[in-house]
């Protein structure tokens, strides 16, 4: 398991390779990549900031790793997470996931997603041309 909340993403290649020696049991990596949409609503995003608790936004993610661990049955795990400002068309977040299967790598890929958004002490303010926006479940 890899968890990292900071200013620079790991360069995703790197991030598959070391989730792919976790075991040899691996069949499917599933794979989320966040990245900055252009625009709110009819306004044109210039930039987002984010601010999270790094510590206590680590062990959420642990915890929310752990439990589709129990529940899907994966085998491991990597989450990284933007912090500062991040400019359109950048990475925000990864999420990957190793398991046997696919089926149970999608169904917790898709669920750790949701669950950082919603449970995760990360904050994000859009910046667009004409003001700022903290914005909630990020």
């Known amino acids: 398991m890899k968890i990292g909340i900071k200013q620079k993403l790991d360069h995703l290649g790197s991030l598959i390779e070391e989730l792919r020696k976790s075991s040899t049991e691996i069949g499917a990596i599933t794979i989320f990549v ?3 949409r252009g625009t709110r609503g009819n306004e044109k995003v210039v930039r987002l900031e984010y601010e999270a608790h790094e510590s206590l936004a680590s062990e959420t993610i642990e915890k929310i790793i752990n439990e589709q661990k129990t529940k899907y049955g994966i085998i491991d795990a990597v989450v990284e997470h933007r912090t500062g400002s991040v400019t359109v068309g950048e990475d925000i977040m990864y999420v990957l996931v190793a398991s046997k299967h696919r089926r149970e790598g999608h169904l917790a890929l898709s669920e750790i997603v949701e669950r950082i958004k919603f449970e995760v002490p990360i904050w994000k303010k ?5 003001d700022g926006y903290w914005v909630e479940n990020v």
């Open 126 to 130: 859009e910046i667009t041309e004409k």
């Open 34 to 36: 966040g990245v900055v």
